[in-house]
Each structure stands twice: as structure tokens, then as C-alpha cells.
């Protein structure tokens, strides 16, 4: 059962429209005081607390002690003149819905509705959460320090490519202001990221399944970027680190892709990774910029030393690959030739070019890399098996 509360001016007139419907129809209390709520948070039971801007103009922090409280507190703000700023502020509190009293009151009525249908699912949603045997994966991010080399376009190639070694795959897109994976996948999520911070992170049984996007492929999902770019304020590194723990329970192979500028998320990322791949081309900037990033990463010592990938290399590129590996210092774990074609071709259709066209030498370059990649896995759990087992590495 949902209980209704509310910290409501019961004298404004659509306010007592809808107090009266909510009395007709849900469990609705009227409340003065926190305390009062407190007294109500003993049975594990969901509710929606709404609370009025005009005598709660301290609204973010109300929610955000709402919230702490417990996470089955899903909380509606109610307002005659919402702005955008505390529509984001509300968002970014973790709030479930605003009410604008200028609307219709059926409107209104309307709105209450689907709140409670959407809680309704969670709560299906909880009480048949899936019950899979538990996988170790491995984290695997794509990274660059330049738009525009093509950083999706390799995590999306890539996940289909493991898929296709009988791996389970989930693509996580952590461009959290403009991600494209979903596009590159010719899918439209409905849940993303944003809503999974909001909803279920602070749940006791988490259950991101019910925030992920499934693909044509049975055995590759993705969990999509936010929908709004504004959307993005709330996702902080103990989010994606607490993300990337319940995946690992569910999938053999975790790609990231990610955004390129130096942020804690992207640094919370790359310390969890189990292999980065670090992608450049032939221009002069993205390759200055690569081995910027690469000595800054090495002062990081994280556990997984990145690979560099040179992508689309074409044959008039002024800067040539020998020159390249002496500006950067380290050797090229691959290059990826350029193929305008296939990979635009991808991109409009949202077929990955190693599941349309497998016999081009781009594809057959993943498939190598897919077969590395599992092989370089294969090799660590042998060594930790030996370690475990009082042998030495």
C-alpha cells in the first residue's frame, strides 16, 4: 500500500482540490512537522510526501532529509510559480515530480495517477527481481581526451564483437551531457542512468535491470546517458562506483564510454577499470593531448595500465604512426584503418559495421581485439586461481 502525506497550505484552492481527492481516493495525512512524518517510517511501506515551495522554501534540503531518511520517501514538490532553476533543483534533490498549481486540476489529478502507477511498477518490479548467478566482470573503458575519434563508435564495435564470444555485455554511457551509445544502437530509452541515481540507488534491493535498454542482441544492454543534459548535476563518483558493483554481479563484460574532458567521474571510472583503452588519430592536438593524459594517468598508478588505440588512420595523415610513437613514448596496441564508408553507414542505420559488414578489415581488426581481450582475462583468473591455491605469480 502507498500512503500519501503532505506538508501542505490546505487553504490554497487547487491545493484543497486535490487534499480532497487524495482523501476520496488514496491514504492521505496531512502533516505540520518532520517528527510527525518520523513517527510514520516504521513499516517498510512507500510514500509520497508533497511538499508545498510557499512554506517550504528550504525544499532541497527538505528532500534531500527525506530521502536520507528512508529511500522508500518519494517526494512531489507543489508550487503556483515553479522556474526552471527550482524545477532543476528539485530534479537534482532527487524528487519525483512537481505540481504546477496553474495547471488544470484533472491535470493535476492525472498527474498523482501515474506517480502512483509508477511506484506501483517498482514495486513489481522488487518483488521479482531477477535471480541470475552472480558473474565477476570486467570493467572496460573507452577514453580520450578529444571528441570526435571516435570513442562510441569503438565501445559499441566492441561490445557486439564480444557478444559474439558468447560474453554478456552491458554498455554503460557515461558522456552523461550528450551520449550518443544509444543512438549508435538505434535504440530510445525510456530509463537511463538519471532515473536509476534517483529512484533506486538509495533502495536496500537495488535493482538496476529495471533501468536498462535492451538491444536487438539478447546479450548486450545499455544503460543510456541522460536525456536532458542539465539531468547530468546529480551523478557523482560514489554513484558510479556503487553502478559498477551491481553490474559486475550480472555481466561478463562492462563498457564505458566515456566523456572527454578530466573530470572525478571520468577519474572515479578509470581507477575501476579493469582495461582502458586510450583512442587517438593522426592529428597533431589529439596526439599532443593523448600523451598529456597518459602522464597524467601514469602519475595516478591506476591498476590497469591504459592501451593506446589509433583510430581511422588514413595514408595522407600528416603525422605518420612512426612519429607518433615517439612523440607519445609507448607502444600501439592497435590501428584501426579508416573505413568513412562502413562506419557512416553505422552510424545513420544504428547497426554496429562489425554485425553488418563482418568481412571488412575494420570488423576482422575487433574480432582480434575481442579474442585479446578475453584471452588477457583468461590469463588473469588462471594467475588468480594459482595465487589462491599457494602458487606464485
Not at 145 to 162: D, E, P
Not at 199 to 225: G, H, M, P
Request: glycine share 4%.
Amino acid at each position: 500500500m502507498i500512503k500519501w502525506y503532505g506538508f501542505l497550505n490546505e487553504n490554497e484552492q487547487k491545493i484543497s482540490e486535490m487534499i480532497l481527492w487524495l482523501r476520496t481516493h488514496e491514504n492521505y495525512k496531512g502533516l505540520t512537522t518532520i517528527d510527525e512524518l518520523l513517527n510514520e517510517l516504521d513499516a517498510p511501506e512507500k510514500r509520497i510526501i508533497f511538499i508545498d515551495k510557499s512554506i517550504s522554501p528550504n525544499f532541497y534540503s527538505l528532500t534531500m532529509q527525506l530521502k536520507k531518511l528512508d529511500p522508500n520517501n518519494f517526494v512531489i514538490m507543489v508550487g503556483k510559480d515553479l522556474k526552471e532553476a527550482d524545477i532543476r533543483l528539485a530534479m537534482r534533490a532527487g524528487m519525483m515530480d512537481c505540481i504546477n498549481l496553474q495547471d488544470d486540476i484533472e491535470l493535476i489529478k492525472n498527474g498523482l495517477i501515474e506517480s502512483k502507477r509508477h511506484i506501483e511498477y517498482l514495486k513489481k518490479q522488487e518483488a521479482h527481481a531477477p535471480s541470475f548467478a552472480q558473474k565477476e566482470g570486467r570493467i572496460i573503458t573507452s577514453s580520450s581526451t578529444k571528441g570526435g575519434v571516435g570513442k562510441t563508435t569503438f565501445a559499441v564495435n566492441l561490445a557486439y564483437s564480444l557478444q559474439k564470444k558468447n560474453q554478456s555485455v552491458i554498455l554503460v554511457d557515461l558522456h552523461l551531457q550528450f551520449g550518443d551509445v544509444a543512438m549508435f544502437c538505434d535504440v530510445k530509452p525510456k530509463k537511463t542512468i538519471y532515473e536509476w541515481v534517483k529512484e533506486d540507488f538509495d533502495r536496500k534491493n537495488r535493482n538496476v535491470q529495471a533501468y536498462l535498454t535492451k538491444t536487438y542482441l539478447e546479450n548486450v544492454s545499455i544503460l543510456a546517458a541522460p536525456l536532458r543534459p542539465e539531468f547530468s548535476e546529480i551523478i557523482k563518483p560514489e554513484h558510479i562506483r556503487e553502478l559498477f558493483l551491481e553490474l559486475k554481479k550480472w555481466y561478463d563484460i562492462i563498457i564505458v564510454d566515456t566523456h572527454s574532458h578530466v573530470d572525478d567521474l571520468l577519474l572515479e571510472t578509470l581507477e575501476l577499470s579493469d582495461e582502458i583503452y586510450l583512442l587517438t588519430n593522426g592529428n597533431l592536438p589529439a596526439v599532443r593531448n593523448t600523451k598529456l593524459f597518459m602522464d597524467t594517468l601514469q602519475s595516478l598508478q591506476l591498476k590497469a595500465k591504459p592501451q593506446l588505440v589509433v583510430n581511422a588512420v588514413k595514408k595522407d595523415d600528416p603525422l605518420k604512426l612512426e612519429n607518433m610513437k615517439k612523440i607519445l613514448g609507448v607502444k600501439i596496441l592497435t590501428v584501426l584503418p579508416s573505413e568513412e564508408k562502413i562506419v557512416k553507414k553505422s552510424v545513420a542505420t544504428g547497426i554496429p559495421f562489425v554485425a553488418d559488414s563482418p568481412k571488412k578489415g575494420l570488423s576482422k581488426r575487433f574480432t582480434k581485439m575481442a579474442d585479446a581481450c578475453l584471452e588477457r582475462h583468461a590469463s588473469l583468473m588462471s594467475n588468480d586461481v594459482l595465487i589462491g591455491a599457494g602458487g606464485r605469480k
